[in-house]
């Protein structure tokens, strides 16, 4: 499947599993899938819920910082990728 690099991990809260991301190529939305890759990351999954400022949102735009719940450990500055096709 091809990815496309949408953007970076600014920060990972372990203890809610989450994972912090600045959107800067494109945007992202509740049901995308999205390959987070880095030194040691390396894992895929579909984007179940998502935040800005702590409020749900189902589509964030080019520019946005949202927190998506993820069931592995991300790293700052691991690469974002979203399949696309």
Known sequence: MEEKRIGTVIDYF???GVVA???E???LKVGDSIHIRGYTTDFTEEVTSMQIDRN????AK???DVGVKV???ARKKDAVYKAIG
């Open 62 to 64: 080019v520019g946005d």
């Open 14 to 16: 372990a203890k809610i």
């Open 71 to 73: 069931k592995e450990r």
């Open 56 to 59: 749900p949102v189902q589509v």
């Open 25 to 27: 190529e494109e945007g």
């Open 21 to 23: 991301i600045h959107l």
